[in-house]
DNA sequence: AACCAGCACAACCGCCTTGTA
DNA sequence: TTACAAGGCGGTTGTGCTGGT
């Protein structure tokens, strides 16, 4: 027996929203907020939908902040970047793109920018593949000859080496604040030398990512918020060293982002909020090493922020 | 004009995570 | 430590619109 449903399904109104109801949300929560509990939010609002119904309804589209389609080339890469590097984790995608919703990123993506992917010729140097391709999980993206999407990237488009059912991070601490090595654009750009032979550091297709050692020491946070001028370390903008990496993990692992990435990453011009753009090092830890059902090295983080 | 297929997007469902008592 | 409620998320479905036949 599955938990109990949160509303009475069979009394609260379902389907699409009137515009009075939309008046009647968007005026409860100007006056009182969403008060932290959305459960009881319509009974106070006089709306007889249920409270996660209200809850979606407001964060994917009364909120006054939404944007809704004309997406930029610029935002259609950041969606690609961090999908090749994350797979579909749509919110946090969405969180990188001001105004966007994980509902409309989503939507987008399947309706949209995977058939526009699946388009893009496949990348020029399969020997990139012999890094990571040893780990686990990696052979699920191994691209074919030919390098088209269609050869390279499994039918759910999951980039199975990443994704949690792959690498069984359930078990994984994904969910550690203290000592996050997020690999920040910003923060400290290049990398240490003794992280060089994962990171991608500069814009060179002959760039081979190897799998981090897992003894190296570990710096602390690398976050933007903690180093002053972070969003032009090294010479690098923010938004180059962020595409740069993305473009190269897009060809390691799924062999067609690549080409979708490269050629505008320079001039790419959006801005871009938090810092922690870097794929998951805990999930690529335990997809490269078999160990999914033990913790990864204190350090490494899943946190995009 | 009627029908159908494909598309876009809003909404729902169910599971997982998180906070709290 | 455990149980429970609520929030959050991703996958899936439903519905309306549009263009083609």
């Not at 090595?181 to 002959?206: E, L, R, T």
């Not at 903008?237 to 990496?245: C, G, I, V």
């Amino acid at each position: 027996m599955g938990r109990a449903p949160c509303c009475d399904k069979a009394r609260v109104k379902r389907g699409p929203w009137s515009p009075e109801e939309d008046e009647q949300l968007r005026g409860y929560v100007r006056a009182h907020g969403v008060g932290g509990n959305w459960i009881a939010l319509p009974h106070k609002a006089g709306l007889n939908r249920c409270g996660k119904s209200c809850r979606l309804r407001w964060l994917n589209y009364l909120r006054p902040d939404i944007r809704h389609g004309g997406y930029t080339e610029q935002e259609d890469r950041v969606i690609c970047s961090l999908y090749a590097s994350i797979g579909s984790r749509w919110s946090i995608i969405a969180s990188k793109l001001p105004g966007r919703t994980d509902n409309d990123v989503k939507n987008y993506w399947n309706t949209k920018l995977k058939k526009k992917a699946m388009t893009m010729p496949g990348p020029q140097n399969h020997h990139h593949h012999a890094g990571l391709g040893a780990g686990a999980g990696a052979g699920a993206f191994s691209a074919g000859p030919a390098g088209s999407w269609s050869q390279c990237v499994p039918s759910s488009l999951q980039p199975a080496a990443l994704s949690p059912a792959a690498s069984g991070s359930s078990s994984v601490d994904t969910s550690s604040s203290g000592g996050d090595m997020c690999f920040a654009a910003a923060g400290m750009y290049p990398p240490p030398h003794h992280m060089q032979g994962f990171v991608h550091v500069d814009s060179s297709p002959q760039t081979v990512l190897a799998p981090m050692p897992l003894d190296v020491p570990v710096a602390g946070t690398w976050a933007s918020s903690s180093v002053p001028g972070a969003s032009n370390v090294g010479g690098m903008a923010l938004e180059d060293a962020f595409l740069t990496d993305l473009s190269a993990y897009g060809d390691l692992l799924l062999g067609g982002f690549g080409g979708l990435l490269q050629d505008n990453k320079a001039t790419a011009a959006m801005e871009l909020p938090g810092a922690c753009y870097f794929p998951n090092m805990a999930e690529l830890w335990a997809a490269d090493h078999a160990h999914a059902h033990a913790k990864p090295p204190q350090g490494l983080c899943n946190t995009f922020t």
